[in-house]
C-alpha cells in the first residue's frame, strides 16, 4: 500500500543566502524534468534557512527603489520574486520549505495543493503544542490575529516550486519596517512565542516532516549524496 504513496526526497540545505536558496531549486526542478512522464519526476522538499531577506511576489507593485534602497539598508538583501503573495521577511530562526511536486502524482491542481500545504502546516503547530493555529481570509497559518507562518507558491506545467516560512525563532522586529503581507492591522508570532520557550529549526523540521508526510500521504527518503549549489 505504501509504495502507491508518492516518494520525496528531502534535502536538509542549511543557512544561506536566498540567492541561493533559489539557485538550488531551479537545478533540483531542472534534475527532475520529465514533465511528458509524471511518474518519473522526481519529487523533492528543500529545508533551509535564509541570510535576513525581504521578499515580494508578483502582486506587489508599491515597492519602489527608495523602499528596496531603505530595507538594504537593515541589513537584509532584497528579492523581486515570481511567488504569489506580497512582501514578506525570511531570515534566521525561520524555516524555510520548498516542495518540487510533479502535482500528477499527488491528488490535483494548484487550489489542492495550496489548501493542503495549509493543513500541513497546522498540523506542524498541533504537533508542537499550538492547537489554534487556522486559516482565514487572509493568506497564511494564523494563531489569533498574528501570522505563524507565510505561504507563497508558484506552479508551472503541474510543477511547484516557493513555499511556505515558518517562524520558529525568529526575531521578529524585522517584521516591523514592513507590512507582512500587505495586511494591515496584524502581526506576526512565531513557535517560540506562542510556546514561550525556544523552538529551534531542527525541532520545528522534525513535526514539519511527520505532518508532511501524513498530510500529503507520501514517503520521505532523506538525500543522501550532496546536492551541490548551481550544478548543471
Same mark, same amino acid.
Given at each position: 500500500?505504501?509504495?502507491?504513496?508518492?516518494?520525496?526526497?528531502?534535502?536538509?540545505?542549511?543557512?544561506?543566502?536566498?540567492?541561493?536558496?533559489?539557485?538550488?531549486?531551479?537545478?533540483?526542478?531542472?534534475? $527532475?524534468?520529465?514533465? =511528458?512522464?509524471?511518474?518519473?519526476?522526481? #519529487?523533492?522538499? &528543500?529545508?533551509?534557512?535564509?541570510?535576513?531577506?525581504?521578499?515580494?511576489?508578483?502582486?506587489?507593485?508599491?515597492?519602489? &527603489?527608495?523602499?528596496?534602497?531603505?530595507?538594504?539598508?537593515?541589513?537584509? =538583501?532584497?528579492?523581486?520574486?515570481?511567488?504569489?503573495?506580497?512582501?514578506?521577511?525570511?531570515?534566521?530562526?525561520?524555516?524555510?520549505?520548498?516542495?518540487?511536486?510533479?502535482?500528477?502524482?499527488?491528488?490535483?491542481?494548484?487550489?489542492?495543493?495550496?489548501?493542503?500545504?495549509?493543513?500541513?502546516?497546522?498540523?506542524?503547530?498541533?504537533?508542537?503544542?499550538?492547537? #489554534?493555529?487556522?486559516?482565514?481570509? =487572509?493568506?497564511?497559518?494564523?494563531?489569533? =490575529?498574528?501570522?505563524?507562518?507565510?505561504?507563497?507558491?508558484?506552479?508551472?506545467?503541474?510543477?511547484?516550486?516557493?513555499?511556505?516560512?515558518? #517562524?520558529?525563532?525568529?526575531?521578529?522586529?524585522?517584521?516591523?519596517?514592513?507590512?507582512?503581507?500587505?495586511?494591515?492591522?496584524?502581526?506576526?508570532?512565531?513557535? $517560540?512565542?506562542?510556546?514561550?520557550?525556544?523552538?529551534?529549526?531542527?525541532?520545528?523540521?522534525?513535526?514539519?516532516?511527520?505532518?508532511?508526510?501524513?498530510?500529503?500521504?507520501?514517503?520521505?527518503?532523506?538525500?543522501?549524496?550532496?546536492?551541490?549549489?548551481?550544478? #548543471?
Amino acid at each position: 500500500m505504501s509504495l502507491s504513496r508518492p516518494l520525496v526526497t528531502v534535502v536538509r540545505a542549511g543557512r544561506h543566502s536566498y540567492a541561493a536558496g533559489l539557485q538550488l531549486q531551479q537545478h533540483l526542478a531542472k534534475s $527532475s524534468q520529465k514533465l =511528458d512522464v509524471p511518474a518519473e519526476f522526481r #519529487n523533492y522538499l &528543500v529545508l533551509q534557512e535564509h541570510d535576513p531577506v525581504y521578499t515580494i511576489g508578483v502582486r506587489t507593485k508599491d515597492y519602489t &527603489v527608495a523602499d528596496e534602497e531603505r530595507l538594504r539598508k537593515l541589513g537584509a =538583501d532584497f528579492h523581486r520574486t515570481d511567488r504569489g503573495g506580497l512582501i514578506t521577511f525570511h531570515g534566521p530562526g525561520q524555516l524555510v520549505a520548498y516542495p518540487i511536486l510533479h502535482l500528477r502524482q499527488f491528488q490535483g491542481g494548484m487550489r489542492w495543493y495550496v489548501a493542503t500545504l495549509e493543513r500541513m502546516v497546522i498540523e506542524t503547530c498541533r504537533q508542537l503544542g499550538i492547537p #489554534n493555529a487556522t486559516t482565514t481570509k =487572509d493568506t497564511g497559518i494564523w494563531v489569533g =490575529d498574528r501570522k505563524i507562518c507565510a505561504i507563497g507558491v508558484h506552479g508551472s506545467r503541474y510543477v511547484t516550486s516557493h513555499g511556505v516560512g515558518l #517562524n520558529c525563532c525568529t526575531d521578529m522586529t524585522w517584521f516591523e519596517h514592513i507590512v507582512p503581507c500587505g495586511i494591515e492591522g496584524k502581526g506576526v508570532t512565531s513557535l $517560540s512565542e506562542e510556546l514561550g520557550r525556544q523552538v529551534s529549526i531542527q525541532e520545528a523540521s522534525t513535526a514539519f516532516l511527520s505532518s508532511f508526510a501524513k498530510v500529503f500521504e507520501c514517503r520521505l527518503k532523506e538525500q543522501a549524496e550532496a546536492i551541490m549549489q548551481g550544478s #548543471n
